[in-house]
Each structure stands twice: as C-alpha cells, then as structure tokens.
C-alpha cells in the first residue's frame, strides 16, 4: 500500500485543497528549532515557510519521531520531510528528492579530552564508535577501510549518539556536520568537539515528498527562484551556513 | 537558578499534556471497561468470544505497538492517515494526541474491563439472593446494593492499574506527542541540557504518589463502612 | 383456609432429582419446623418458595390463590415471580446484610425500592413515606432490641445481632410467611440463644414461618408442627411430641438417633 | 514471500535477544525479590523503610527512564560510562545488555517483592501457629509448609507481572539493545519495510500466550492439592 | 504425682490483665473441661500452656519438672520453648491442616521433622524410620475411622473428617497432654458428634486432656473435672455433677442459666 493514492491525480491539487503542508519535522539546531521566545525558527523553517508562502499555502510544522520519518511519510501524517533530510540511494526507493539545497558532510565527534589522542582517522583504528542505525554516518564509518576494525554500535538517532559520546559510552560518533557545529560547545556538550582534519563522506541535503508525487515539481521550481533572487542565501547566511549551500550549488 | 525555573516551566507543559492524556484515558476507558465487562460476561456466546478473544490481544501486545498501529495504519493500510481526520479542527498535533490517547483508551478499558469482571464476580451470591427476596428488580440491585461493593473490590487493582498509566503516557513520545518525557528530550537536541530528562522522575513519582494517595483515602473512606 | 398449600413440589438438578414431590399446608400463625438429615432437600425446598429455584413441578398456593404452577408459563415469567415473592420473606444462614448501609437503612431501602408512586403519593410525599418507613424500621429494631444500633454498620455487629437485623428487614415488608433456613448455624451457642428468641417472640405475635433447624430443643418446644424430610421426601410430619416421642419411620428414629444424645 | 521468511528469521534474531532479556530478568529478579520483600517486612527499622521507600520509588517512575539512568548516568555523572567496565569483555552491545538487565531486574524485583509481601501476609497465622505447635523450626516452617502455599498465592499476580515484562522487554530498544522491536525498526530504517513492525505483534502475543498457559497450568496443578 | 502443675500464672495484653493467676493441677489420664463465657480467658490459658503466648508470671510444671516460669530467662528462649511445647498437644478450632499434604502425610510430616539422628539411626535409617511412622499413622487413621482418607487433601475432607485428622496429628507426637480449643464450634450439629466421639474414645484410652468447650452436654458428661474461668481467674472447679447441680458462684450460676435452656 502507499498512500499517494489518495491524491491520485496530484499531491498538489491534495495539498491545495487542504489548504496546508503538514511538513515533518524533529528540532535540530539550526535546521528547525524553538528559539527563546519560544516560536519555531531555523534554516529550514524559514525555507519552507517561504516556499509555502509562493505556493500560496499554509507550512504547518509538526515535530516527528526521527525512527519512524518513512512511517509518517507513507501513512500521510506528514506531506513532506523538511529537515536536513541527506539524500541517499537507498531512501530513493522510497521517496522523490528535490533539488539538493544543502551540502552535508559527515564528521567525527569526540570528547576534547580525548583531543591528542584521536586526531586522524588512523587513531580511531581501535575507537569505540556509533553513528545513527541507517544514517549515512554509519555508511561512513562502515565503508572506510581505516576503520575496519573499529567497535560499532548504532544508535536510535543522532541526537541519542550524541548523549551517548557525552556520557563516554562510545569515543567517537559520526554525525551530521550542521547538527555537530550546532551542538558542540553548547550547554551540556560544552566538552564536545568536531576533529575537523578527518574527512568523510559528504552528501546533499533535499526535501522529502511521497514517490511520485508533482509536489517535487512544484518546489524544485520555486526554488530556482529563490536560488535566483538570492533570497535562499539571504537565510543560508542568517544561520551560517553560507559555505555549505554553495557547495550544494557547485554540485 | 533560573535555567532551573525555566526548564520546570517548560517540563510543566509538557507535563500539561501528560495530565490531559491521562486524565482523558481514565475518563473514556472507564466506562468502555464497563461495557467491555458486560460483553465479555455476556450471555450471548458469539459476543462473549469476540469480546474476550480482543481483550486477550490488547493485553498480549505492548502498547507501544497499538500506538504505532492506530497512528500509522490508517494511512498506509486505508489511505487515510490521521491527521487529515480533521479532529477538532484538524490540527496535526491534535490529531495525534487523539490518536495516541484512542489506543490508551482501548489499551486501558481492557485491562480494567478484566478488573471489573473480577469484582463483580467476587460479590457473594448471597447478595443477589437477598435482593432478589427482597423484591427489588435487577437495575435496583446492581445500582443500589451490588455497585458500591463492586467500587470496594476493585478499588486496590484499580490503584496499581492507575500508577502504571502515569508511567505508560511516557510512550505516547513515540508517536510524536510532546508530553513531559518528549518536553526532556527537546531541552537535550535544542539546548542541549541533560538534566531535564531524569528531573522527569521527579514529576512523575509525585503524581504517582497523588494517585495512591487518593486510592488509599477512597479505600479508608469505604472501609469505615465495612471491613 | 390454609394459608399456604404446596402441592407434589419436584426440582430436579440436572439428574440428581432433590425434591421428589413435596405436599403439605400451613395454617395461619402456625410454625412449621423442617428437619432432615444433610442433603434431604430441606434447604432446596425453601429456595422454591422463595423462587430462588424454579421447581420443575407442582404448586404453590397462599390463601388460596395459585402463585406458582410448574404448567404455567405465565406465572414463571419474572416479573409475576418478583411480585409473588413478595408472600414470602426468608432468612439466610449467611445473614446477607448490605455491608454498606447502616442497620435502619438496611431496613428502609427494600420496601423503598418496592414502592409504587401510589404508596408514595397515598403516605403525602417522598419524605413523609420515608419518614413512615423509619418509624416503623425503629418500631422492629426495638422489638428485637437493637434501637441503639441503628446507626451501625452491620460489620460492627455480632453475628447475632445481624441475624436479628436480617430477620427485621424481612418483617419490613410484611411478608404472610416468613422463612428460616439454619438461622442459627453460623453462629455460637451463646448468640443462637438471642435469635431463637427472637423467632419465640414473632410466634408469640402470631407470626407464620417455616425454619429450617438443626435445633432439635428448638423444633421441639417452639414449632407447632414438625416436618421430617428425607431422600425428597417429607417422611413424616405431626406435632413435635409426636415425631419425637413416637417416631414412625426408620429413617426419622435413626436421625433422631444421631441428633440427640 | 521469500522476503517474509528472511524478516521473518531477522525478527527471530532480536527476538532471541528479547527472550534472553526475559528469562535472565526472571532468573535474577526473583531471588532479589525474596531478599526485598524480607528486608521491607524486617523488624529493623531503618532497613525497613528505605527497603520500602526504594520499592516506592522504582514502582512510582518508568522504567523508560530507569533505563536511561543506568545507561547514560554513570558516565555523565561518575565519570564511569557503562561501555568500559569490560563487562564479559567488554563488547559494547553486551554492556548495553547488561546495562538494561540490571535496570529490568531491579524495577521488576520490586514489583515482584510487593506481590511476595502480599503472598506471605495472606498465610492464615493459624498454620504458623500449627508448625509451632508441632515443634517445627522456623526454616521448617517455612519451607516445608509455608513456602508453597506462598507460590500458590502468588501465582495469578505473577501471571500478570511476568506478561507485563514481555511487553516491557521492548523498551529496551531506547537504550540500543536490539531486540525484535528495534530489529523491526532497522528493517524500516535500512530497507524501507514497514510491516515487520506490525508483524512483532505475532511474537509478543504469542510469548505472552504461552507464558500464561504455563501459568494456568502450574495454577491447575496447585488447585488439585487444596482450593 | 500431679502430671500436670500450673501456678499463679498471669498475662497480660498491653492494659488489659487477661490471665489474673491461674492455679490448677491435673492428674495422669484426667480429663478437664475449661467452661466460661466469652472474653473469660479460656483461649489465652490454652496458648500460654502451648506457648504459643508468653505467659507473664507463673510456672508450669509437667511431672514435677518445672517448664516454664515466668522469671527464668533460660527457660523463654526460644530453642527451650521448642523443645517444652512438645509436652502439649493442641488441637485448634480451624483445624489448621497443611493443605498441600495428604492425609496421612499431615501426620507423619510433624515427627519426621522433630526427630534426631539418633532417632533415626535408632529405627534402621531414614526408609524405615519413615515406614514406621506410616504405620503409626495408618494405627491412628484406623482408630478415627478414617483409614481410607490417608491419600486425600484435606479440602477433599468434611470439617469434622478434618478435625479428626488434626487430633491424629496431634496424637502422633505423643504429648502428655493433649488440648482442644473449642474443637466442634466450626461444624455443624452433626459432625460435631464424630468428633466428640473420638475424644470420648480418647478419654477410654487414658489419654490426659484440656478441651475448652460450649457443649455443656460433653463436659457434663465426659470430664472428670471442670474449671470454670470468669474475668480471668477460676471462679470455680470441681466434678460436672457438683458444678452443674450445685454452683456456688453467682457467676456461675448466671453462666449456666444462659447456656442452658
Ligand atoms: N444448585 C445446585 N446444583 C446441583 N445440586 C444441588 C444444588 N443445590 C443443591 N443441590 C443438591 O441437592 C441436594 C439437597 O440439597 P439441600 O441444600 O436442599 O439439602 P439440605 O437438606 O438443605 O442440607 P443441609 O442440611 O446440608 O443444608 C444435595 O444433594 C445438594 O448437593
Ligand atoms: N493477641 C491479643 N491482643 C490483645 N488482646 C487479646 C489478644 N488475645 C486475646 N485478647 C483479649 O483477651 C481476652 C480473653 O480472650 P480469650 O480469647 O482468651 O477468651 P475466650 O475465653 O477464649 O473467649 P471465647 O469463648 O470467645 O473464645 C479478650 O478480651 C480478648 O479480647
Ligand atoms: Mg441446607
Ligand atoms: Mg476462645
């Protein structure tokens, strides 16, 4: 079953009609997050706010399990995954990709305690380490050969990796480098840090719609416009991310 | 100091959502174990069945998976996810909460549909028989003289039944409602705090404390009358 | 006229046939001890005249008027029983109390629920007919001595005092024949004292009852009228000097046998 | 069809895991249970009550973040994360296992004292005063004549905690142990597959069958010695 | 010699004096009826002697050999306290049998368990010592009449086949003294004669017994001597006859005037 079918002819026609995007979302500096006065803002949140605002319709945000993201896709819960969601051939078979808006490279986080002693990827060789079950951080750290013999567990998320590396039950973990260059330094992660020289991976962030919806279409449209009159730098910039969107455009 | 005001204040609204879970679970569940109770002591053999083979289900599954069906399965199985159900208004995080807070319904009506049946079992025959001399009817007997007795027996099953719902709402995060447990783990991603997520304890043995308080007063309370 | 006639009675329960044809009449103000030896079907017997089990066959008549016919359908629908019940009062050997409700509301609330709106209306009103019921529960708790306890909760009572509670709340609602089944045997001999008193007073006020008994001093000196049942049947029955002095039968000489001495 | 059989003997692999939760939380949490329940009834009356305030307060929070103290406090808390005590060498997963066993087994070893507690004070005095009386010992009397009938009182509370532990086992996923339901969600996360979720179901219900089968006819087996 | 010699004893229950001094001797094979109403006391003086309540004050002498005494610190440890009871049998109201037992493990279990190495060695090692007991058992089984319960569970048992088996039980250590605490006050009229026949049957057989009882008839008819307790102390005691025909006390004259008629 798949519930596009519903919107048989058109998901936009579907969405149009409902008046409102229900966009999927986990909070996720500086992707989508609640700031102090407690509205919800980030990268992403005004990406699609302005996306829906071209389009004529209403972005309604709301906050998913991580896990279960394909679930709430396919279920229809959601219209959209709008949130630093990595393209990966295996998510292909499951859903449409807009065009790439983001570069994301994976890369490695360890305790500063531990600074001298992981600063290659030769010295992970024999490291405790996890990335999220199915992430491509944990492609990462499965494909290289430096890191063949290293001990890897998986974690739920990235977020519980991240809690897990802080409480020194793994030595290092992969993650994403937005949510790494978010999180390191910050409150209780203040001992956290990235070890910029170990290169991994780097992949294209886009958004998530059903297979085969025209929703893609639509979007990928607006945001030629937006590339264009540069108001997608404009926010890129807002939240430093200036490097990593021209990155996506070069590829 | 502050921040600790200020995570409290935010645990408390996620504890908001907590309270309204189960508050509104004890408040559907209730009678549907009610009517649950009388199907599955039915007379009618086809309904005593069904009614019992279903409670068996709900009671062998984790919760956690009924959360997951009810929120999920509409949409891949039916083409009609919950949230365009329009449930009071159609807001998404409504609807999920609706979701979650049916399968707590149902989850919960069986196992306290197996308690009533218990209670209303351990009446005395006698009782029956004597209301029956008496020459009152059987809504007048279940009402005026069964009923009370019954609230008694099932007052201690009844009280552990209710602590674990206190802690069974800290599933309800796996399917996207942001009660206090969910409310922990955003000061974690966002603000990066950790602290929050065991200071949930705190919240929740105080309000399990409440509940066994109150049993424990309905229970003195009706004991004064008979032992 | 007899104010009670039952007529071959028979209840079966599913092959085991326990009363195999029960006759016997009562007069008015008569008391008629039933004894027997365990299993004879003595309890069973008053279990049909309360409806409490539905006999198979026979007839049950008060004051001349058929309440029960196993032939008739109409008369074993419930809401005819419930009503026909209403001649008889009976007095269980468990007391079967209302836990919940004070002694005087014990009394109260069954003639309460048994009210019509007439009843109500013919007494002025709610709290007048409330008030009548009242005064009329104290009227028996001082009869049988337990005015002060009105206020009680049967489970602050001692056995005794409940069966004499429980035998009140069967005279609230008047019945023509009161029965006893064992009302004494949950009891010790001290406190078994106190209720068959009490059932001494009510034959003295010409009250007609039925009392199952394993009190042989009892059934003697107290009932008018003894009936003997044995295998389902009633063997033998006659004034207590009678039976007890003249037994007739095997089966009541050997019971006698066992019970006294 | 030939994917359902290789889901199906993926799921089989977590539920191994699930099971072998299961029986080890069983194994270790009934004889601390015995030790709880006699310390929270000890004439010693400090013992007694931080015995009982411990059982209040693993009973009065979940389980969920019972889990999450034992993983994730000692080393934020203690500077001693769990993945490098070497437990049985050391291997992370274990210690993960190892980590949610002690967790399970102390939060059911206090819900199994209250029940042994209860098991106890129902033996009537009379067959205390009865070994008394006969000379018996106090070992004696226990375990040549109270000891049984405690199991037999017990049995039908049990029945209903150990099916509640098949369902929590699947908690156990929050804390990275993969058991069936976190293999189901991997199934889902990697291959896209999203009915293996629904499919556990079939496990939990048949694990919880059996177990209560066995409990009814260990409760038959008792009731043919006395009612 | 007295078999029997209890002197002064007293206890209390925090305020409440229970046992004022209790003074009393008994004779090898005797049988003693404790009477008194409730609340006099009768129940605490059984469980003192079977120390299964500590007595106060007061010594308990069996065959001259003091026992207990209420200032011997030695004598109240636990150990001795095991050991001494063993010259007492009691036979409880509720039987209290050991559901998950058969029958005639019920009696065998109690003496397995108590005996020493010795004991066993003594017999030819554990199968036949526990062969004897089974035969012991069997012997008193037979002489209950219920020879062929030995394989049933007590629940399998009327109250009174129960009570039989607990004073087999009891039998099967051999007490000096055997006592009974109200035996046939749960049972019904009729298996309340069973059991009083076998303690008649005892009482033939020279056992020495104690049976706190309401059956006026027994202890009139049964015992040698008769101890009337009121307000906790022995109002009263002598032969049935004298008690019964001519009680000195007032109260025992009002005691047997409620008990009787
Ligand atoms: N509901 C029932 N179902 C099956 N058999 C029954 C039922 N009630 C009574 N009996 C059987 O009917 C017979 C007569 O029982 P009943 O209780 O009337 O005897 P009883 O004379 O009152 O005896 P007791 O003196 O022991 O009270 C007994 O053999 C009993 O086992
Ligand atoms: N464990 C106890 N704690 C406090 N008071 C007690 C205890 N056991 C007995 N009593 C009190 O001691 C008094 C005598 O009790 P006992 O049971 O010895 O009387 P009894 O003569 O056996 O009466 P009955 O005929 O009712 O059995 C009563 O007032 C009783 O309430
Ligand atoms: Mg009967
Ligand atoms: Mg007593």
Redesign the interface.
């Known amino acids: 079953a798949g519930g596009t079918e519903t919107a048989s002819d058109s998901d936009y026609e579907y969405i149009k009609n409902n008046g409102k995007m229900v966009i999927g979302i986990t909070e996720y500096q500086p992707m989508n997050y609640y700031d102090e006065n407690g509205t919800l803002t980030g990268f992403d949140t005004e990406f699609a706010q302005a996306v829906c605002e071209k389009l004529g319709i209403q972005a309604e945000f709301q906050i998913i399990d991580w896990d279960t993201k394909e679930t709430e896709l396919k279920s229809s819960n959601i219209d959209c995954i709008w949130n630093g969601l990595t393209v990966t051939e295996e998510r292909r078979g499951n859903m449409d990709f807009t065009t790439p808006y983001l570069a994301n490279k994976q890369c490695v986080v360890i305790n500063s305690a531990d600074a001298d002693k992981y600063t290659d990827i030769a010295s992970l060789s024999s490291a405790l380490m996890s990335a999220e079950s199915g992430s491509a951080g944990e492609t990462a750290i499965q494909s290289a050969t430096e890191l063949a013999s290293v001990s890897y567990t998986a974690s739920a998320s990235q977020a519980d990796a991240l809690l897990a590396l802080n409480a020194g039950n793994y030595d290092a973990i992969v993650i994403d480098y937005t949510m790494a260059k978010a999180s390191c330094g910050q409150g209780d992660y203040s001992n956290l840090m990235i070890v910029e020289n170990i290169p991994m991976a780097s992949e294209l962030y886009a958004i998530g719609f059903r297979t085969g919806s025209d929703m893609t279409g639509h979007v990928n449209e607006v945001i030629k416009e937006m590339v264009a009159d540069g108001s997608l730098k404009a926010i890129a910039d807002k939240y430093e991310l200036t490097e990593l969107y021209e990155e996506a455009l070069n590829q | 100091m502050e921040t600790f005001i200020k995570v409290t204040l935010q645990l408390a609204g996620g504890f908001g959502t907590t309270l309204a879970l189960f508050f509104l679970t004890l408040l559907f569940a209730i009678p549907l174990a009610l009517l649950f109770a009388v199907f599955a002591g039915s007379s009618i053999k086809p309904l005593k069945y069904l009614m019992r083979a279903f409670i068996y289900i709900i009671r062998g599954t984790p919760l956690l998976l009924q959360l997951m069906i009810v929120v999920y399965l509409p949409g891949i199985a039916f083409n009609a996810p919950l949230t365009k159900w329009q449930i009071f208004g159609g807001n998404v995080a409504t609807s999920y909460f609706c979701g979650a807070l049916f399968a707590f319904v149902v989850n919960y009506a069986c196992y306290f549909a197996e308690i009533f049946r218990g209670g209303i079992e351990n009446i005395p025959k006698g009782q029956y028989e004597a209301c029956a001399v008496l020459g009152m009817t059987r809504s007048q007997t279940f009402f005026r003289v069964i009923l009370l007795q019954v609230i008694r027996n099932i007052l201690a099953p009844m009280s552990n039944e209710v602590v674990t719902l206190v802690k069974d709402t800290a599933l309800a995060r796996t399917v996207s409602v942001v009660e206090i447990f969910f409310a922990a783990s955003e000061l974690l991603r966002v603000q990066f705090i950790i602290w929050p997520l065991f200071y949930t304890g705190v919240f929740y043995l105080g309000f399990s404390a409440l509940v066994t308080l109150l049993f424990n007063m309905a229970e003195k309370k009706l004991s004064k009358y008979w032992k | 006229m007899a104010i009670l006639e039952v007529k071959d009675l028979k209840k079966n329960f599913g092959n085991t046939e326990v009363l195999k044809g029960i006759s016997f009449t009562m007069e008015k103000g008569e008391v008629l001890s039933i004894i027997g030896?365990?299993g004879s079907g003595k309890t069973t017997l008053l279990r049909c005249l309360?409806?409490?089990e539905t006999a198979d066959h026979g007839t049950i008549s008060v004051e001349g008027k058929t309440i029960y016919d196993g032939e008739s359908a109409v008369l074993r629908s419930e809401k005819q029983i419930?009503?026909n019940?209403?001649n008889?009062?009976?007095v269980?050997q468990?007391f079967?109390?209302?836990?919940?409700y004070s002694v005087l509301r014990n009394l109260t609330?069954?003639p309460e629920?048994?009210a019509s709106k007439e009843d109500i209306n013919n007494s002025g009103g709610k709290t007048a007919f409330r008030k009548q019921l009242e005064t009329k529960g104290m009227e028996l708790l001082t009869r049988i001595g337990l005015a002060e306890k009105k206020d009680s909760?049967?489970?602050e009572l001692s056995g005794g005092q409940q069966q004499r509670v429980a035998i009140a709340?069967?005279l609230m609602?008047t019945p023509d024949i009161l029965c006893f089944d064992e009302p004494t045997?949950a009891l010790?001999?001290?406190l078994t004292?106190e209720v068959l008193q009490v059932i001494k007073d009510l034959k003295n006020s010409n009250n007609t009852m039925i009392v199952v008994t394993?009190?042989m001093d009892f059934a003697r000196n107290v009932s008018d009228r003894i009936l003997f049942m044995s295998d389902g049947y009633v063997a033998e029955s006659g004034a207590p000097d009678k039976l007890f002095n003249a037994p007739e039968t095997a089966a009541l000489k050997s019971f006698l046998n066992?019970?006294l001495?």
Do not use: I, M, T, V
Request: aromatic fraction near 12%; hydrophobic fraction near 30%.
């Open positions: 030896s365990s309360n409806f409490l419930r009503k019940r209403l008889f009062g009976l269980f468990q079967n109390l209302f836990p919940q609330l069954p629920l048994n909760y049967p489970c709340r069967a609602l045997s010790d001999p001290e004292r394993h009190e066992n019970s001495n």
